[in-house]
């Protein structure tokens, strides 16, 4: 994703959560972690963190990443949390590298990188826990190349065949 879109994406989203949409549910252990993450690095200099939940901010966002990843795909994500550190420093970027190893108890890592959609990225880590053999309950994808760097958070019964 370019850092155009992205910069959209965040003042689309930010103005979109101002409006205070939530929902209950009792997290799971990865959505405690991914808000652990959030909550630790919202107020770090180059860092920008956001979540949408179930509403309209969630379907926004989702007809965004439509194209990337698929309608059917973005069809049953309940929730995104998004931490862009683009303009972080070297020092938080190795940080949060080292944060994404608490993923590896949780879920199960994927090697991505070898894709070639994937190409052209510095830094990729994916992680991923199955439902069955089509469906994921939560996935998390970290990707970096020169122009942006961000860690992205999917939750909810999500079809990948």
């Known amino acids: 994703m370019n850092s155009v879109v992205q910069k959209i994406l965040f003042l689309v989203v930010s103005f979109i959560l101002s409006m205070g949409t939530t929902y209950a549910q009792s997290p799971s252990a990865v959505e405690v972690k991914v808000d652990e993450l959030e909550k630790k690095y919202e107020d770090v200099k180059g860092v920008d963190c956001m ?18 990843f698929g309608k059917e795909f973005m069809k049953g994500v309940t929730r995104i949390t998004v931490i862009e550190y683009s303009e972080a420093s070297q020092q938080t970027c190795q940080s949060l590298h080292k944060e994404l190893d608490a993923f590896s108890s949780l879920l199960k890592e994927a090697d991505i990188g070898k894709e070639k959609e994937f190409e052209g990225f510095d830094y990729i880590r994916s992680f991923a826990k199955a439902v069955d053999d089509s469906t994921i309950s939560d996935f998390i994808v970290a990707i970096e190349n020169k122009e942006s760097k961000m860690i ?4 909810g019964k999500i079809k990948v065949k």
């Open 152 to 155: 992205m958070y999917m939750a």
């Open 51 to 68: 979540t949408v939940t179930k509403g309209f901010g969630l379907s926004m966002v989702k007809m965004m990443f439509n194209k990337q």
